[in-house]
């Protein structure tokens, strides 16, 4: 086990380092600086942003000077917001989108394994129509257009007395309650229905096995058969999935926090692009590449916790 | 009275009474064709695309055409604006049926380039397996752990938006699911006992490739290639959402849901026209997909 | 009164754009506490879907008629809750495959203490030790020590005797075996036999063993009931059906049986054909178009199980005569 973990991180180190550089080449090798956009700058001004980035070095000793910051965890500082770092713009837009976006994988997750069981053990039936039904939705309602729908609905449509919606139609407030329900509720929604999918299709595998055969042989009722007895072996393939949500979810992020103007990493994401604001760019790329890598290999461990039958 | 035929005779004569089966590929078009919802789907997508490409001409309106007798009007079925205007009077539904071209357009191109480039990396690492197939597919699990939304808008930036670019951006990350599939489906096709059987009768390898590998890919690279489509349509539409996708004076869905999501407490229908077509246009392809994967399932016996 | 009587008990499965399949044709026996019934056919015969619909483990489109009173009760009307009651406690049930018939995510003690649990009230140390006594009656080596492990930790033939452990824990009045011993190794399959005729003499078990094995059933069963496209051919005691089978089908089979004293260097007799396709209609006799012997009634009229003329016990559904199969018997 310990050596599989070992390998297994020991393989993460060159993907990110490959990364790294390939999106550290792209942003220096293409035409236009971060400070073209500036205009009348003073030499001197030049000559202090130089200094400060290293702007007027050889690019092998910049990508290196970059480097070695990195590992000491520096991220360097931002090109946009000059007396910022990197690290303290992602410490601040860190908490705002793990409120939101850490909050929504557990309920998605339980929500979905509840609505994929009762779908596969009333199978055809009604429940089973509704399910699939309502998972469907979140899968083809992409989140750009059911993000602005509840929107509408929720903070234009639905009036409480006055002039105000029922929730805010976006901002984060601070981080009152009222402005976290509807983002959490849209990713809620986007990963149901793949969680209830996957799960009652599971399910249904699971409960045509021939151990259930027995089981039921054995006179044990319903509930327990799928409690006991099917629910663990089905949760496996979900289980693999949460790692593929893990990738996804930045994504979602990027979307969500667009859609609801939420100050957090999805938002450094898009404004960093479009200010070519490199190290925040590399910052944010380097640090969601690793916490992919490291949620797959969580994933992996669980599974491997989970199913007796592996062990490595 | 003794019958006079012999027992094996009179089986062959039982056998010739037997039901005639069908192949395999004709079996799987006339389940498609029982799936009343794929096949209704598929008449809905033939009709959006028809509409995107000839009814423009048919309205005789330009898009990018302001009609200043009618600003910000919402839908009405008479009068000219059918799905109604945004604020400088130009017509909601041309728009959308032109930006349907750039969506449908980089969807089925997007869908090719990944296809071909994941079914040929998939066949080769399934065929040569070894240590080729390993290092191939360590690459792609590589792939798979970097945030291709990331390295997409940070590619939109750098390189402008042009049109060609979007969809290889798109692309380069889409063929990862095809190249894996085909490649499982290879690898398990390679060690099955019918090729073992086919080389010991002497087949070419060649041969074995063309008439056995092949056909059992068709079904599940079919399947997938609809799995993918909205894949892309939704790439793309995300991008534009966000301001990164393709420029003006094109437009596409995503665009127009940026928009209309912008203006949403004066002009809603600007977010409703364009969002319906795009959900009934993805709606469609995945139900043609589970449609093409039902006819393709051998389990369903 | 018979512990089981089954009357009459036919399943069909209705299928779309095909005709329906009968894979169970009025099947009628009846079983004494403590005795062995085989019952042997080809696959396809209907063999397990027999049994299966005697415990109300069918698939959703089976149609089920007829009737099958087990203590007094007729087990086909009875409710899920009812059959649960009676599943695993007074009938218990025994799979082929021993490879996939455990759960691998639960250990061999929480699958053998559960039927304990559910049907008595034991607690559970008194649960587990009469799961170690199970294992051990099964003889299982060291299985106070094994019991906590997982069931991809034992052998096939060791997974069978757990499964043959899980379905006595609880002293079940029936024991149906399908094909208990056909994914085994030879040599294991010999101790699984030997098992169970030692459990069936020891604890007074009624058994069906479903078998395609003709040895297997000549080894452990007081009857046997030989089965062709859903119908009974065949019912006799084992003694008499082994010594003069009389029906054209049970001789073809005793005929394909490969024999170590045989020296005449023929090849081996196979039966002609194969049988009716399911969802294929039958006209008459079932086996008429592979019978050597038949006759024009049996390619119209369907035969009707009747007691055989010579002897008590024994039932044919055969128009020809019983001599005329006995002579072919090689």
Known sequence: MLAYTLRRVLWAIPTVLAVITVCYLLLHLTPGGPFDSEKGLSAAARANLDAKYHLSEPLWRQYLLYLAALVHGDFGPSYRYVDWSVNDLVAKALPVSLRVGGASIPIALALGVLLGVIAAVRRDGLADRVVMLLGNVGNVLPPFVLGPLFVWIFAILLKTGGDHGWLPAGGWGGGDWRYRVLPIALLVVINLSTIARVMRASMIEVLSSNFIRTARAKGVPLHRIVLRHALKPALLPVISLLGTIAISSITAAVVTESVFSLPGLGQLVVNGAINRDYTLMLGLVVLTTVAAVFLNLLVDLAYAILDPRIRY | MAITTSPSQRMRDGFADAPKTKSPLALAFSRFARNRAALASLAVLVVIGLACYAAPLLIGRDPAESDWSAIAFPPTLLGGHWLGTDELGRDLLVRILVGGRISLEIGLLGTLVAGVVGVTYGACAGYFGGRVDAVMMRIVDMMYAIPYMLIAILMMTLFGREFHLVVLTISAFSWLDMARVVRGQTLSLRTREFVDAARAIGVTPWSIVARHIVPNLVGIVVVYATVMVPGIVLTESVLSFLGLGVQEPMTSWGVLIQDGAQKLEAMPWLLLGPAAMLCITLYCVNFIGDGLRDAFDTKDY | ?330
């Open chain 3, 1 to 330: 009164m018979d512990l089981l009587e089954v009357e009459n008990l036919s399943v069909r499965f209705a299928r779309r754009d095909a005709p329906a399949v009968d894979a169970v044709d009025d099947i009628s026996f009846s079983l004494d506490a403590g005795r062995t019934l085989g019952i042997v056919g080809e696959s396809g015969s209907g063999k397990s879907q027999t049994v299966l619909a005697l415990i109300g483990l069918m698939a959703a489109n089976a149609q089920v008629s007829g009737r099958a009173s087990f203590e007094g009760r007729d087990l086909l009307t009875l409710s899920e809750r009812a059959l649960n009651q009676l599943r695993g406690n007074r009938i218990g049930m025994v799979f082929q495959d021993p490879m996939t018939s455990l759960n691998p995510f639960l250990t061999v003690e929480q699958q053998l203490v559960e039927p304990l649990r559910l049907h008595r009230k034991v607690s559970r140390r008194e649960a587990r030790a009469r799961a170690i006594e199970a294992l051990e009656r099964v003889h299982l080596p060291d299985a106070a020590r094994r019991i906590c492990r997982y069931p991809h930790e034992f052998s096939g033939g060791m997974r069978q005797r757990v499964m043959i452990a899980m379905a006595l824990v609880t002293e079940p009045r029936l024991l149906i075996a399908d094909e208990p011993t056909t994914a085994l190794d030879v040599t294991v399959q010999a101790q699984i036999v030997d098992l169970l005729r030692e459990l069936n003499r020891e604890c007074g078990t009624a058994m069906i063993l479903i078998t395609h094995d003709m040895g297997v059933a000549a080894g452990l069963c007081d009857e046997v009931m030989v089965m062709y496209a859903g119908r009974t051919v065949e019912h006799a005691s084992a003694l008499q059906l082994f010594a003069a089978p009389t029906h054209p089908y049970t001789v073809g089979l005793m005929n394909a049986l490969p024999r170590l004293d045989d020296e005449s260097g023929r090849p081996l007799a196979a039966i002609a054909g194969h049988p009716p396709l399911p969802g294929e209609a039958i006209e008459g006799c079932a086996f008429a178009k592979r019978c050597p012997h038949a006759g024009e009634p049996c390619m119209t009229t369907r035969p009707v199980l009747r007691r055989s003329a010579d002897s008590e016990d024994a039932w044919r559904a055969c128009h020809l005569p019983a001599a005329a199969a006995v002579g072919d018997l090689q």
